[in-house]
């Protein structure tokens, strides 16, 4: 499968402080990139959905102005938590999407970042 | 409303039988049904993709889709205890995003 990356892949910071986390496809070109939240023992949830050159769509109930999303290239997103809180501690895992050969699309994870805000 | 459905679990299965893995799903014009891994601390690792009805075997492995019935299942045969693992059922709509389920947590007992 398509490999994507994400760094750092945990940070510690102190509250009020923002935090910048990078996304990479590695070897391939994408589109769209997604940002997913998981709170320990809950499932994944989606933040928001990043496209190349155009603002982020930001699902409902996630402050825009607090997850700062860019998609400047075809192979990398940036997620930044601006005055983190320790409410904010969390995994933050970054998606690619993929078209196969077939014309399929398939999203494949980044390895996540493991944010603390102390 | 579009929804994924799954059992929680946990589902425990002793080394060596068969797991199977259920999801249902609410809209009946979804087009692509993923099965991601998830390793306690890790991110998903997609495991399986099926997009028609059928069986699709890849390995150990094996998605069904029953689109009529609006379900989705993951056997994985002479299971493993490194396939110890919670199970995510996701499925598209279209060219929109992922709905996942809230996924399926698998034992398997050595």
Sequence with gaps: GAVVSQHPSWVICKSGTSVKIECRSLDFQATTMFWYRQFPKQS????????????ATYEQGVEKDKFLINHASLTLSTLTVTSAHPEDSSFYICSA?????RGLDE???????????L | QKEVEQNSGPLSVPEGAIASLNCTYSDRVSQSFFWYRQYSGKSPELIMSIYSNGDKEDGRFTAQLNKASQYVSLLIRDSQPSDSATYLCAVSWGANNLFFGTGTRLTVIP
């Design chain 1, 107 to 117: 999203q494949f994870f980044g390895p996540g970042t493991r944010l603390t805000v």
């Design chain 1, 44 to 55: 994944l949830m989606l933040m928001a959905t990043s496209n190349e050159g155009s603002k």
């Design chain 1, 97 to 101: 999407r993929i078209r196969t050969q």
